[in-house]
């Protein structure tokens, strides 16, 4: 007969609490709120001497209602106690400045007469608005049964040992060491010392003959090793232990014993010990339950290892009772992978069975319970329905490992939507709970995760000493994670140019970091994961995970990659957090040209949905590149042209309040304001005026940086309207702005005495020396727009400046930026004179001269690729600029034939070389270059591919395969130029190729080819 454990009853019935101080019986009813009921935000409602309204402790449930405490420390409790506690606080409650939706009178004594009881029911069907509740002293002591730490605070140890149930201790397991290649000759050192070597000799003795019994005796050399801290070790002793049970007929033990180290493999991110468990459990699914467990192993390998994630649309079909524990891992696994990809519905399309296998597993044995959880916090993630696992955690209804999950969960979901607020108390209560377990490296992470949201709101003031902490708790934390295991050996497999090997292991990371609500890590497995997909080719999804990551430059970065394929991310225009929105706008505004006719509309809706929440101060926005308020503007400017009149008409009535502005007043919007004035401009004539108008607001600001800006934009326009802006063009000149005067005179016949004045003044300037020196090195000139106003002079005196730029451009301590507006200079002043044989002859002397000047190495010195200080994008080869001079200065055939000739000799010499050579080869006569058609058509660089798509099509027996070619050209500049030239050329190739251009991609290229 079995051995009956008799039950251990508390010999103190009830808690003294009738007894205790006002003060501690205040404290008391506190903690149960707090940390028995789960209220958060409690506290005490009013000071002594000051009107409560019927309550002494208040706090906010999870669902967001507030509830009341009324204490009473009486010695009796009646039934007129009762109803005066319930009357004075629905007497009162008009003038609490919130609803209360459930009040507690709690007496410190026992209250369980009949008429108290009545009472109670009587208040209740008469208040039925609010939920009235009694505690005394048995409710109380009820309560406090299995909470020892409170019952030790607020009374004593003596009395929590005669009170209290006891309860199981609290099993911190130790970390698993590293994983070890082990072989048999390893094994018996760490057997010697653990005792299991005798235990792993008797299973030997008796594997052939007894099987079963040589299990045990692996069992237990299992148990030892695990106990010592070899768990690695242990692990070989388990898959001897499987072979034992199959070779025994033992086929369901077998492989539940290797469904466990499956999972186990995984979890530490050992794929290819969990390749080797599944291959395992397939070679041995001789049973129903077996098949089952190789099954759902096959399914996980395939998600784990597939580097784009490989999700079957159902997997209900693999659930059986037997191994609802492991469909639950694979679920959770699938759900975790499906959240890498945004766009990927299968968490949605799989939610009834999140919730039904949550439901089943609940109270199943060993890890039902936390798979529940996992399961529940998928649902939550999805429903936004947090209110049971939140309520679950405060009452601390689970252990706290799961606490500390559902609030770190909790602060992720909100954080991905843009809740600060609540974001960043949940990390608060998760960060408690991790220190109050003993997880400083996780506390380390939701720290530093509060501080991340903040900034993104609030800017870097916010970040407080927060970083101190977070380098506290992490010395306090020795132990790594799984996900940064994934992390380490994700880098070193991208270090070793694998990236099949470290994307898996990149999402593993992003699983592990999602899993455990650790939005840092997160963070950080989107932007390798979308470094690597991008590399990869698989720019959709890479873009998505910048976007996520609010990471607007690469994001861009990526959409400017392929100029031929459109990447929708649309989905993120609406999503609550700035940030994502802010990147999708960027990315819109990088592809402008390749946004689909009828989704013009929609993008533009939105962005000035977003221009006008702001207007009205009711746009959530942060400081960074991700805003969503700058990047929507990015947006507007670059569809500028295609805007619908009235979305156009929008856009401007939101930019008109950036023109004015104090001297050199800058605004983050003036790039985007002069692209988005001058692309309505062009493109709708019914608001051209506003347009214009604004662009010569801008141009009045006679600000060096926005002025040059709208100059640059109104070029075109000017000469194509110079009737909108020549009177107040004449103005601005008069007051000495140097933009205006240079736009002046594009539309001026004979100039005007004040721009000759103004002229002579440039000149007097294009003659000062540079001032650059061995001690003082000036980056530039403003000679190009001198030469704009001084062209206007008679030829002799722009032939004489025009010399004064080569010879500038010769000093020795001029630098390669310098020299390239000289030539540019020169080239506004000479182009169209005669006799410059001398000025060619100069350009093309520093057409050949590659030796860098003094200039140009002091302008390198310490700009190694390792140095702290460094300086990028200067210009130190000028010849291909030099060059473009002398095709403009070349007049007779030997000089045309000159520069061609080492116009070839320069090609591919530095990266913008051939965007000069290409300009060159424009400005001699293009009927002598068509022999040189196949050669530029084959050019690395778009600017030589372009001049031969203009030479097709001036060229009426160009070869039809060479225009096939660019008509098909991967850089949609080169087809631009081609559609420009075909509807005129009268090659015969031209119509069928121009209708090719029709169905082009780009809209640029499209409108260009109809026109």
């Known amino acids: 007969m079995d051995q009956v454990t008799p039950v251990s009853y508390p010999r103190l019935e009830l808690l003294p609490t009738h007894e205790m101080p006002w003060e501690s019986l205040e404290r008391l009813l506190r903690r149960i709120a707090q940390d028995v009921e789960g209220l958060h935000d409690v506290q005490l409602y009013g000071v002594r001497g000051q009107s409560q309204y019927g309550l002494d402790v208040i706090g906010t449930a999870p669902d967001g209602s507030r509830h009341g405490i009324q204490g009473k420390r009486y010695?009796?409790?009646?039934?007129?106690?009762?109803?005066?506690?319930?009357?004075?606080?629905?007497?009162?409650?008009?003038?609490?400045?919130?609803?209360?939706?459930?009040?507690?009178?709690?007496?410190?004594?026992?209250?369980?007469?009949?008429e108290i009881t009545h009472e109670l029911y009587r208040l209740q069907d008469l208040h039925t608005d609010v939920q009235i509740e009694l505690w005394h002293q048995r409710t109380i002591s009820d309560k406090l049964r299995n909470r020892r730490d409170i019952v030790v605070e607020l009374f004593s140890e003596a009395v929590a040992d005669a009170f209290c149930l006891p309860a199981p201790l609290h099993v911190v397991a130790a970390p698993s060491p590293d994983r070890v290649t082990l072989a048999d000759a390893l094994l018996y050192g760490p057997a010697e010392i653990t005792g299991a070597a005798q235990h792993l000799t008797g299973a030997h003795n008796l594997s052939s003959t007894n099987p079963l019994s040589a299990v045990a005796e692996l069992e237990q050399a299992a148990k030892l090793l695990t106990e010592g801290g070899f768990t690695a070790h242990a692990t070989v002793v388990l898959d001897r232990r499987a072979a034992l049970l199959t070779q025994a007929d033992e086929h369901d033990k077998a492989a539940r014993l290797q469904d466990s180290a499956f999972w186990s493999a995984l979890k530490e991110g050992r794929h290819d010990d969990a390749e080797t468990h599944a291959r395992n459990l397939k070679k041995n699914a001789n049973t129903a339950v077996s098949k089952a467990f190789s099954d759902i192993a096959a399914a996980a390998i395939n998600i784990v290892r597939h580097p784009l994630g490989a999700l079957p649309p159902q997997l209900e079909q693999l659930r059986t009772d037997s191994a609802e524990l492991s469909f639950a891992r694979l679920l959770i696994l699938a759900a975790e992978d499906a959240a890498i990809d945004p766009s990927n519905t299968w968490r949605q399309d799989n939610l009834a069975a999140l919730i039904t296998q949550a439901n089943l597993i609940e109270g199943s044995p060993s890890d039902g319970a936390v798979l529940a959880c996992k399961l529940r916090l998928e649902v939550a993630s999805l429903t936004g329905d947090w209110i049971d696992l939140l309520g679950k955690a405060r009452k601390h209804q689970v252990p706290r490992d799961q606490v500390i999950l559902i609030y770190a969960r909790n602060a992720m979901y909100h954080a991905e939507r843009g809740e600060s607020e609540q974001a960043e108390a949940s990390w608060a209560d998760a960060m408690t709970q991790a220190c109050l377990n003993g997880q400083n490296g996780a506390a380390a992470e939701y720290v530093a995760a509060r501080t991340f949201i903040r900034v993104r709101f609030r800017g870097p003031i916010a970040q407080n000493n927060d970083h101190q902490l977070v380098r506290s708790l992490r010395t306090q934390s020795p132990t790594?994670?799984?996900?940064?295991?994934?992390?380490?050996?994700?880098?070193?497999?991208?270090?070793?140019?694998?990236?099949?090997?470290?994307?898996?292991?990149?999402?593993?990371?992003?699983?592990?970091?999602?899993?455990?609500?650790?939005?840092?890590?997160?963070?950080?497995?989107?932007?390798?994961?979308?470094?690597?997909?991008?590399?990869?080719?698989?720019?959709?999804?890479?873009?998505?995970?910048?976007?996520?990551?609010?990471?607007?430059?690469?994001?861009?970065?990526?959409?400017?990659?392929?100029?031929?394929?459109?990447?929708?991310?649309?989905?993120?225009?609406?999503?609550?957090?700035?940030?994502?929105?802010?990147?999708?706008?960027?990315?819109?505004a990088a592809e402008a040209d390749l946004i689909p006719d009828n989704d013009v509309d929609f993008v533009a809706d939105s962005a000035l949905s977003v221009l006008d929440d702001a207007?009205?101060?009711?746009?959530?926005?942060?400081?960074?590149?991700?805003?969503?308020?700058?990047?929507?503007?990015?947006?507007?400017?670059?569809?500028?042209?295609?805007?619908?009149?009235?979305?156009?008409?929008?856009?401007?009535?939101?930019?008109?309040?950036?023109?004015?502005?104090?001297?050199?007043?800058?605004r983050r919007t003036d790039d985007d304001h002069v692209r988005l004035c001058a692309g309505i401009a062009f493109a709708h004539p019914i608001h051209r005026a506003d347009a214009i108008d604004q662009l010569l607001g801008l141009l009045e600001a006679n600000d060096s940086a926005v002025s040059r800006k709208a100059e640059h934009a109104m070029a075109d326009l000017v000469q194509q309207h110079p009737e909108m802006v020549r009177e107040r063009l004449a103005r601005m000149t008069a007051d000495s702005n140097p933009y205006a005067a240079r736009l002046l005179l594009l539309i001026t016949g004979q100039p005007t005495e004040g721009q000759l004045i103004a002229a002579a003044a440039a000149g007097e300037r294009l003659r000062q020396p540079p001032t650059s020196t061995a001690h003082s090195l000036g980056i530039g000139t403003g000679a190009a727009g001198q030469a704009l106003l001084a062209r206007v002079l008679p030829s002799e005196e722009r032939r004489e400046l025009a010399r004064h730029q080569l010879v500038h451009a010769a000093f020795p301590f001029e630098p390669g930026e310098n020299r390239s507006e000289y030539y540019d200079a020169a080239r506004i002043l000479a182009h169209d004179l005669d006799d410059v044989d001398d000025l060619f002859d100069s350009a093309m002397l520093h057409a050949h001269n590659s030796t860098p000047s003094h200039g140009d190495i002091l302008n390198n010195l310490g700009n190694h690729p390792l140095g702290v200080f460094r300086m990028t994008g200067f210009t130190v080869d000028t010849r291909a600029h030099a060059l473009w001079l002398a095709a403009l200065l070349a007049r007779i055939a030997e000089q045309k034939q000159e520069v061609r000739a080492l116009g070839y000799l320069l090609i591919g010499s530095t990266e913008n070389a051939d965007w000069y050579i290409a300009h060159a080869f424009h400005a001699l006569d293009l009927a002598d270059a068509d022999h040189d058609l196949a050669f530029l058509a084959s050019q690395p660089?778009?600017?030589?591919?372009?001049?031969?798509?203009?030479?097709?099509?001036?060229?009426?027996?160009?070869?039809?395969?060479?225009?096939?070619?660019?008509?098909?050209?991967?850089?949609?500049?080169?087809?631009?130029?081609?559609?420009?030239?075909?509807?005129?050329?009268?090659n015969p190739a031209a119509p069928d190729l121009r209708e090719i251009l029709l169905t082009d991609p780009c809209h640029s290229v499209r409108q260009c080819a109809s026109r």
């Open 480 to 588: 790594s994670t799984s996900a940064e295991r994934f992390e380490e050996k994700a880098m070193r497999a991208l270090l070793d140019d694998k990236p099949h090997v470290a994307v898996p292991l990149l999402r593993a990371l992003h699983r592990a970091a999602y899993s455990a609500g650790a939005w840092i890590q997160l963070d950080r497995a989107r932007r390798l994961l979308a470094n690597a997909y991008g590399s990869a080719g698989e720019s959709l999804l890479a873009v998505k995970l910048h976007v996520l990551g609010a990471q607007s430059k690469k994001a861009a970065s990526v959409a400017k990659e392929d100029p031929n394929t459109y990447l929708d991310v649309r989905e993120f225009l609406s999503s609550p957090a700035y940030w994502v929105a802010g990147t999708a706008y960027r990315v819109l």
């Open 75 to 114: 010695r009796a409790f009646t039934k007129l106690d009762l109803t005066k506690a319930v009357d004075k606080f629905i007497s009162k409650r008009g003038s609490i400045p919130f609803p209360i939706a459930r009040l507690v009178v709690a007496a410190g004594c026992l209250a369980e007469r009949t």
């Open 615 to 666: 207007a009205a101060n009711k746009l959530q926005d942060g400081i960074y590149d991700s805003s969503v308020w700058r990047n929507a503007i990015t947006a507007l400017a670059a569809l500028a042209k295609r805007l619908p009149d009235e979305h156009a008409l929008r856009s401007l009535e939101h930019s008109r309040p950036w023109v004015p502005r104090e001297p050199g007043r800058y």
């Open 941 to 986: 660089h778009w600017a030589l591919r372009s001049l031969a798509a203009l030479i097709w099509t001036r060229t009426d027996d160009a070869p039809a395969n060479i225009g096939s070619v660019l008509t098909n050209d991967a850089d949609p500049r080169v087809r631009f130029t081609f559609a420009e030239g075909a509807s005129s050329s009268s």
